[in-house]
């Protein structure tokens, strides 16, 4: 039976299961849904996120892709003219690593099942990093960020690609009309689930702005931290380069 979840999680670890539960039952719908609901522009953005990566840095590195659900950002980068290396896709809810499991096949693509505010990796394990509308997930942002810091090596790239609101008002309009009200009714016919894609908004509506998540990746042990606005601002592109001597070590203890 699908629970409704409660509008507001009484802890981290409760929102947590919330969204794992989530991501669990929409497996089997979820690229369809994707593609459809973007207006199949999640693959430029998805282009434009790696492009930021400076993966030609170390084309035969390790990258990560934290919370890479089917796998479509590890699969942008894994599919880039010149890159040799490997791609490790890091998602918390098995139903979506089983679902994108096919798409990986002959491609340089290794699902793990893991936490991404407890990866397990050791410190400076990847040549650089890449989240694909994840962190809007997590239930402690910081301390996803920090673990995502931990696991790259000195000065690697940190890039998160994620919707926003748009600045414009006219855009905003348009959008809150879209993502309210239309997103919603169409996520709950195909996917067959009665509140996954109301969540979406919410969870939109409640994430830092641009400038607020660079002062977090910032505390986090990132610098060079840019952001930039991709199509009017439905979503920010943010790129961050792991500071000397931030974190490293292994994994911190379960709370
Ligand atoms: C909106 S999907 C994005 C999937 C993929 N990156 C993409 O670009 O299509 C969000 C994914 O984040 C995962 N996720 C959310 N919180 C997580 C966490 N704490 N650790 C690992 N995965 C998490 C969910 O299971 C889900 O697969």
Same mark, same amino acid.
């Given at each position: 039976?699908?629970?409704?979840?409660?509008?507001?999680?009484?802890?981290?670890?409760?929102?947590?299961?919330?969204?794992?539960?989530?991501?669990?039952?929409?497996?089997?719908?979820?690229?369809?849904?994707?593609?459809?609901?973007?207006?199949?522009?999640?693959?430029?953005w998805r282009r434009?996120a790696?492009?930021?990566?400076? +993966?030609?840095?170390?084309?035969?590195?390790?990258?990560?892709?934290?919370?890479?659900?089917?796998?479509?950002l590890?699969?942008t980068?894994?599919?880039?003219?010149?890159?040799?290396?490997?791609?490790?896709?890091?998602?918390?809810?098995?139903?979506?690593?089983?679902?994108?499991?096919?798409?990986?096949?002959?491609?340089?693509?290794?699902?793990?099942?893991?936490?991404?505010?407890?990866?397990?990796?050791?410190?400076?394990?990847?040549?650089?990093?890449?989240?694909?509308?994840?962190?809007?997930?997590?239930?402690?942002?910081?301390?996803?960020?920090?673990?995502?810091?931990?696991?790259?090596?000195?000065?690697?790239?940190?890039?998160?690609?994620?919707?926003?609101?748009?600045?414009?008002?006219?855009?905003?309009?348009?959008?809150?009309?879209?993502?309210?009200?239309?997103?919603?009714?169409?996520?709950?016919?195909?996917?067959?689930?009665?509140?996954?894609?109301?969540?979406?908004?919410?969870?939109?509506?409640?994430?830092?702005?641009?400038?607020?998540?660079?002062?977090?990746?910032?505390?986090?042990?990132?610098?060079?931290?840019? +952001?930039?606005?991709?199509?009017?601002?439905?979503?920010?592109?943010?790129?961050?380069?792991?500071?000397?001597?931030?974190?490293?070590?292994?994994?911190?203890?379960?709370?």
């Amino acid at each position: 039976m699908i629970v409704p979840p409660r509008a507001d999680p009484a802890s981290g670890r409760e929102r947590a299961a919330q969204v794992r539960t989530i991501f669990s039952e929409i497996a089997h719908r979820y690229d369809l849904l994707n593609h459809v609901l973007s207006l199949n522009i999640d693959r430029r953005w998805r282009r434009r996120a790696v492009a930021a990566l400076d +993966w030609e840095r170390a084309p035969g590195g390790t990258y990560l892709d934290a919370c890479a659900g089917t796998f479509d950002l590890a699969l942008t980068l894994a599919g880039r003219k010149g890159f040799h290396g490997r791609v490790i896709g890091a998602d918390f809810a098995l139903p979506m690593l089983a679902r994108g499991r096919s798409k990986i096949d002959g491609h340089p693509v290794g699902p793990v099942c893991g936490d991404t505010q407890r990866l397990p990796f050791r410190g400076g394990s990847f040549s650089g990093a890449m989240v694909g509308f994840g962190v809007r997930n997590l239930s402690d942002l910081a301390a996803g960020f920090r673990e995502l810091c931990r696991v790259l090596e000195p000065g690697g790239r940190l890039v998160i690609l994620e919707f926003t609101v748009p600045p414009g008002r006219l855009l905003r309009a348009a959008y809150m009309v879209y993502f309210n009200h239309i997103l919603p009714r169409v996520g709950r016919l195909v996917s067959g689930h009665p509140w996954a894609y109301s969540y979406l908004p919410r969870s939109v509506r409640d994430f830092p702005g641009p400038d607020a998540l660079a002062e977090l990746l910032r505390e986090a042990g990132f610098d060079s931290v840019e +952001w930039r606005l991709v199509s009017g601002g439905i979503a920010a592109i943010h790129v961050a380069a792991k500071a000397p001597g931030a974190g490293a070590g292994d994994p911190p203890p379960e709370s």
